[in-house]
Structures are given as C-alpha cells and as structure tokens.
T-cell receptor
Framework: AQKITQTQPGMFVQEKEAVTLDCTYD???????LFWYKQPSSGEMIFLIY??????QNATEGRYSLNFQKARKSANLVISASQLGDSAMYFC?????????????FGKGTKLSVKP | GAVVSQHPSRVICKSGTSVKIECRSL??????MFWYRQFPKQSLMLMAT?????????EQGVEKDKFLINHASLTLSTLTVTSAHPEDSSFYIC???????????????FGQGTRLTVV
C-alpha cells in the first residue's frame, strides 16, 4: 500500500489565487513528520513546510500552510496568493520516527501551473 | 542553514563506463546520507542509505554491485554507477541527515541533484 498519496497529477491556479494540494498518508507509527517540498524544473528539492504528528497547530510558513487533519490522515498544502514562480512539482513526504533510518517516503507529486 | 553540495550537476557518459557522484555536507556532519533516484515525471525513490564508516543498506531491487556507495567521512558520500547503461539514465539526488540527535523539521537536506545521461 502506498504510504503517501497525492491524487492530483496536475493542478492549475490563477495568479494571486489560493490553491490546495492534497496529500494523504498511511502509517501505524504514532510519531511521524510530514514534509512538503517544491521541485522546480532545475531539479533541486526545496523544503517548504513541516508538520509533526504531535503538533497541535497547523504549520505555517509565509504563504504556505499545512492543513493537518490527523484523524483523516491528510496533510494538504495550501499556497495563498499564488505567484508565477510557484509553478513546479510539489512533493508530500513522510518520515516515520520509530525504527527507521530516517529516509523520507515521497508521494508521486503534483505539478502546479500558475496562470497569469 | 545547512548546505549539501552534490557534483556533478549533469554528466553524460558512454555505455560501459563508470560515473562517480559526490555528495558533501558543507557545514555540518552527516551521520546518514540517503541516495534517491528520480525518473522523469516520477517521484523520488530511495535507493540506499549510507552510514559513515559502515556498508550501505540498499533498497530491494537496487543492485549494490552496480551502484557503489561509499560514506568514508562525516561530510562525504559517493555514489558510483558502474558499467553504466542507457537505462541508468536518471536524476540522482542525495540528502544528508545531521549528526545532532535533535529532530529538526528541515533535517533532510538535499543536494542539487545529478542528471545522468548514458549514451
């Protein structure tokens, strides 16, 4: 079974509007972390935001916020006021803290295109 | 912030030759480094995990004799693709984990990636 599911292969958003990228996860580890990364066409992975499984509040970083719904096992990324430079691939990832080497498990990604 | 430097960023090689990719943590000690592979328009797949001074742990389906990983120091890990073939053409990216035990949200620091083309 997939541990990280991103159901939207591609998304379009109008510049200056908000967009939500979906991510659901599957784990039996009570302690885990959820990450969102941006990958532009150049290939590098850019860290955006992090949510720990025990964090009470949803994480926010500038225009990025994470809608964490633990019972539903979802960790959607919300980008407010989209900019043209936001066009990229976005990956949701999880790290299970218990008993793992610490590697990230990635979803298949969502390609976001921001229209002017 | 922590910096991970990966070189080369692009390499083209002939079939049958070997290619070495370096991953360096520039301003921190990395006890663990991870090597991922990414095919076009696909996700990152973990290939192997390397711990300083010990043998790498390879994921199922990854040939350890083909993808040689050396983690000789706390700041350097190398991935050597031996006897490369066109199907090895891919984007390879490393990430490093800090030695500090504290769990930090940005603990996974990524290199810039290497685009390998085997002709």
């Amino acid at each position: 079974a997939q541990k990280i599911t991103q159901t939207q292969p591609g998304m379009f958003v109008q510049e200056k509007e908000a967009v939500t990228l979906d991510c659901t996860y599957d784990t039996s580890d009570p302690s885990y972390g959820l990450f969102w990364y941006k990958q532009p066409s150049s290939g590098e992975m850019i860290f955006l935001i992090y949510q720990g499984s025990y964090d009470q509040q949803n994480a926010t970083e500038g225009r990025y916020s994470l809608n964490f719904q633990k019972a539903r096992k979802s960790a959607n990324l919300v980008i407010s006021a989209s900019q043209l430079g936001d066009s990229a691939m976005y990956f949701c990832a999880m790290r299970e803290w218990g008993g793992s080497q610490g590697n990230l498990i990635f979803g298949k990604g969502t390609k976001l295109s921001v229209k002017p | 912030g922590a910096v991970v430097s990966q070189h080369p960023s692009r390499v083209i090689c002939k079939s049958g030759t070997s290619v070495k990719i370096e991953c360096r943590s520039l301003d921190f000690q990395a006890t663990t480094m991870f090597w991922y592979r990414q095919f076009p328009k696909q996700s990152l797949m973990l290939m192997a995990t390397s711990n300083e001074g010990s043998k790498a742990t390879y994921e199922q389906g990854v040939e350890k004799d083909k993808f040689l990983i050396n983690h000789a120091s706390l700041t350097l890990s190398t991935l050597t693709v031996t006897s490369a073939h066109p199907e090895d053409s891919s984007f390879y990216i490393c990430s490093a984990r800090k030695k500090i035990a504290r769990v930090a949200p940005t603990e996974a620091f990524f290199g810039q990636g290497t685009r390998l083309t085997v002709v």
